[in-house]
C-alpha cells in the first residue's frame, strides 16, 4: 500500500515536471515576432506546368500548377475533380508534363482558361507524340513524358502518382555536359494567392558548397537616389590583359557579395579593345558609398591607376525604371 503510494507520487512528480517543461516551452513559442496567420497553404511558387493527355480521341491541355516530387523517381500532379481532362488520364494512365518558358506563356494562360469540354484546345500547341505515346509540345524547354502509377484522391482532387518514362530537353537549356542548366531553362512559376506568374533563373549559391563559392547575395531594391552609371575607360594598351583581370575581379566581388549593386557589367569595344565601357547601378547613394570604400574596390582602384588612360563617369536617367537589367554570375 506504501509503495503502490510512493510509486504514484513519484508519477505525478515527473508528469508535473514534465507539464511544466511543456509549458515552459509553449511560452518561449509566444515570444517570437512571426505572426500566426492560420492553416495557410503557403508552399509556393510552384513551376507552371501544361500537362498534356487524350481525352475521348483528341489531344488537350491544362494548365497545372499544383505538382510535387515524391521520393527521388516519382512526381504528384494534383488535379481538381472537375476537369475534363482528368477522365482521359484515367483512361490511359499516360499524361505529360509540359514546363512553361515565357515564350508559351500565352497560349498557356488560355489553356488554363477555357475547358476541353466545350472548347478544342488540341492544336493551340504545335506537338509530336513521345515515344511513351503522350503529346509533347515543341515550345516546352523541357517535357515529362509520366506513367500514372497511383491516384490518391483527396476531396475535390484527383492526385496523380506517375513515374517518368522519357525527360526531353531543349538543346538550349543544357550545358557542355549534356545537364540541365535552370538558369538557361528560366522555368515560369505559379503563385497561388495571388494568381501571378514569377520568374527564376538566378543561382544565388551552389548547394552545401557556399562556403568554397559564394553565390549572389539577395539585391535590395532600387530607391529613389539610386544611381544608373555608365563608366567609360580608355586603358593603355600595354596593360589591357592584366586591367581585365582587375575588372573581373571587382565587378564578381561586387556582385557576389553587396547587396546594393544591382548591375556591374563591363564590355569592350571591337574595333577598339581598349575602350571598356562598365554599365553600373547602384540600389542607393548609400550603397554606391559603401562601395567605393570596400577593400575590393580600393584593390581595383589602387592597382590600376597607372594602367587608365582615360575615365569619364556618365549618369543616366532610366526611361522606363520598371525595365532593369538583371545581372548575376554563374
Same mark, same amino acid.
Given at each position: 500500500?506504501?509503495?503502490?503510494?510512493?510509486?504514484?507520487?513519484?508519477?505525478?512528480?515527473?508528469?508535473?515536471?514534465?507539464?511544466?517543461?511543456?509549458?515552459?516551452?509553449?511560452?518561449?513559442?509566444m515570444e517570437t515576432e512571426k505572426q500566426n496567420i492560420g492553416s495557410v497553404l503557403a508552399l509556393y511558387p510552384k513551376?507552371?506546368?501544361?500537362?498534356?493527355?487524350?481525352?475521348?480521341?483528341?489531344?488537350? @491541355?491544362?494548365?497545372?500548377?499544383?505538382?510535387?516530387?515524391?521520393?527521388?523517381?516519382?512526381?504528384?500532379? $494534383?488535379?481538381?475533380?472537375?476537369?475534363?481532362?482528368?477522365?482521359?488520364?484515367?483512361?490511359?494512365?499516360?499524361?505529360?508534363?509540359?514546363?512553361?518558358?515565357?515564350?508559351?506563356?500565352?497560349?498557356?494562360?488560355?489553356?488554363?482558361?477555357?475547358?476541353?469540354?466545350?472548347?478544342?484546345?488540341?492544336?493551340?500547341?504545335?506537338?509530336? @507524340?513521345?515515344?511513351?505515346?503522350?503529346?509533347?509540345?515543341?515550345?516546352?524547354?523541357?517535357?515529362?513524358?509520366?506513367?500514372?502509377?497511383?491516384?490518391?484522391?483527396?476531396?475535390?482532387?484527383?492526385?496523380?502518382?506517375?513515374?517518368?518514362?522519357?525527360?526531353?530537353?531543349?538543346?538550349?537549356?543544357?550545358?557542355?555536359?549534356?545537364?540541365?542548366?535552370?538558369?538557361?531553362?528560366?522555368?515560369?512559376?505559379?503563385?497561388?494567392?495571388?494568381? $501571378?506568374?514569377?520568374?527564376?533563373?538566378?543561382?544565388?549559391?551552389?548547394?552545401?558548397?557556399?562556403?568554397?563559392?559564394?553565390?549572389?547575395?539577395?539585391?535590395?531594391?532600387?530607391?529613389?537616389?539610386?544611381?544608373?552609371?555608365?563608366s567609360k575607360i580608355e586603358v593603355w594598351p600595354q596593360f589591357l590583359d592584366e586591367y581585365i583581370k582587375y575588372v573581373?575581379?571587382?565587378?564578381?566581388?561586387?556582385?557576389?557579395?553587396?547587396?546594393?549593386?544591382?548591375?556591374?557589367?563591363?564590355?569592350?569595344?571591337?574595333?577598339?579593345?581598349?575602350?571598356?565601357?562598365?554599365?553600373?547601378?547602384?540600389?542607393?547613394?548609400?550603397?554606391?558609398?559603401?562601395?567605393?570604400?570596400?577593400?575590393?574596390?580600393?584593390?581595383?582602384?589602387?592597382?590600376?591607376?597607372?594602367?587608365?588612360? $582615360?575615365?569619364?563617369?556618365?549618369?543616366?536617367?532610366?526611361?522606363?525604371?520598371?525595365?532593369?537589367?538583371?545581372?548575376?554570375?554563374?
Amino acid at each position: 500500500m506504501v509503495r503502490n503510494l510512493l510509486t504514484a507520487l513519484l508519477l505525478f512528480g515527473l508528469l508535473s515536471c514534465g507539464i511544466a517543461e511543456v509549458k515552459t516551452h509553449k511560452s518561449n513559442i509566444m515570444e517570437t515576432e512571426k505572426q500566426n496567420i492560420g492553416s495557410v497553404l503557403a508552399l509556393y511558387p510552384k513551376p507552371m506546368t501544361v500537362i498534356g493527355a487524350e481525352v475521348n480521341g483528341k489531344v488537350n @491541355w491544362l494548365v497545372v500548377g499544383h505538382t510535387g516530387i515524391i521520393g527521388h523517381d516519382r512526381i504528384l500532379v $494534383s488535379m481538381s475533380k472537375s476537369h475534363y481532362t482528368n477522365q482521359g488520364i484515367k483512361e490511359s494512365k499516360k499524361l505529360s508534363v509540359n514546363l512553361v518558358s515565357r515564350e508559351m506563356l500565352p497560349k498557356a494562360d488560355y489553356v488554363g482558361s477555357v475547358s476541353g469540354a466545350s472548347v478544342d484546345k488540341s492544336e493551340v500547341f504545335e506537338y509530336h @507524340w513521345g515515344e511513351n505515346g503522350t503529346p509533347v509540345i515543341d515550345a516546352s524547354p523541357l517535357t515529362m513524358e509520366c506513367d500514372v502509377v497511383d491516384i490518391y484522391e483527396t476531396e475535390g482532387f484527383d492526385n496523380f502518382v506517375c513515374s517518368i518514362a522519357n525527360t526531353y530537353a531543349a538543346p538550349d537549356v543544357l550545358d557542355d555536359k549534356g545537364k540541365l542548366n535552370y538558369t538557361r531553362l528560366k522555368p515560369v512559376l505559379f503563385e497561388f494567392p495571388t494568381y $501571378s506568374y514569377l520568374a527564376t533563373g538566378e543561382i544565388i549559391g551552389k548547394c552545401l558548397n557556399l562556403d568554397k563559392q559564394p553565390g549572389m547575395c539577395a539585391k535590395e531594391e532600387m530607391t529613389v537616389d539610386g544611381i544608373v552609371r555608365l563608366s567609360k575607360i580608355e586603358v593603355w594598351p600595354q596593360f589591357l590583359d592584366e586591367y581585365i583581370k582587375y575588372v573581373t575581379e571587382v565587378g564578381e566581388i561586387s556582385l557576389r557579395t553587396e547587396p546594393g549593386v544591382l548591375t556591374m557589367y563591363a564590355v569592350s569595344e571591337k574595333e577598339n579593345p581598349c575602350k571598356i565601357t562598365i554599365l553600373e547601378t547602384y540600389s542607393s547613394k548609400e550603397a554606391y558609398d559603401r562601395h567605393i570604400a570596400s577593400a575590393h574596390f580600393r584593390k581595383y582602384k589602387q592597382g590600376t591607376q597607372h594602367m587608365v588612360k $582615360s575615365l569619364v563617369l556618365s549618369d543616366q536617367t532610366p526611361l522606363n525604371p520598371a525595365n532593369r537589367v538583371n545581372n548575376f554570375i554563374e
